[in-house]
């Protein structure tokens, strides 16, 4: 991890648990078209998500915009894990909020395609967010997760996150009707 003039920056080779080789990296404009593939697999194979794969309908021009935002940002990140060049998964932060209230906030999102899962992406994946928020100056990383998601959650509290709080009814999934979903946190100071 490392700092730009004015950006974050993240890479990383690790050895996955089956041995191939993973790349950890800021994604950029030029993987437009490989995030929103993932994004949608990914949707496709998990109800556990803010949304459904019918919902993801930014443009590849719109994703890259998103993307060159993140890739000039001082305090934001979009990190992708790369197996034979090909993105399975995706991480990132962003800011709660600029106010002076919350600027010492962000927020932590990842996402696994399934055929990777239990691999060591997830580790690596959060392990980046948090060395890039302390490197951007954040004094805490937030996230939520629904209660079903046992091995996120357990991947989160092998972090050190603890759990602050729990909405019975914080998505309503087309399948399965009301998840709860957990808000956890990590002091980073």
Not at 102 to 130: M, P
Not at 133 to 156: D, S
Request: aromatic share 8%.
């Amino acid at each position: 991890m490392f700092r730009g003039d004015d950006e974050l920056k993240y890479y990383k080779k690790i050895r996955l648990a089956n041995n191939t080789l993973c790349i950890i990296r800021n994604a950029t404009i030029t993987d437009a078209k490989g995030v929103l593939e993932n994004t949608k697999i990914i949707r496709e194979e998990t109800d556990f998500l803010l949304s459904y794969p019918d919902e993801i309908n930014f443009s590849v021009e719109e994703k890259e915009e998103f993307l060159e935002d993140k890739e000039n940002s001082p305090c934001e990140i979009q990190i992708c894990a790369l197996v034979d060049d090909r993105i399975v998964g995706l991480a990132g932060i962003s800011a709660v909020g600029s106010k002076d209230k919350v600027k010492h906030r962000a927020e932590l999102g990842i996402s696994i395609e399934k055929a990777y899962y239990g691999q060591g992406i997830g580790t690596a994946l959060t392990k980046a967010c948090i060395e890039c928020a302390k490197t951007a100056g954040y004094r805490q990383l937030e996230l939520e997760v629904v209660a079903e998601n046992t091995n996120a959650i357990a991947l989160y509290r092998k972090f050190g996150f603890t759990e602050t709080g729990r909405n019975p009814r914080g998505f309503c999934s087309r399948y399965t009707g009301w998840q709860e979903l957990i808000s956890m946190l990590l002091e980073l100071d």
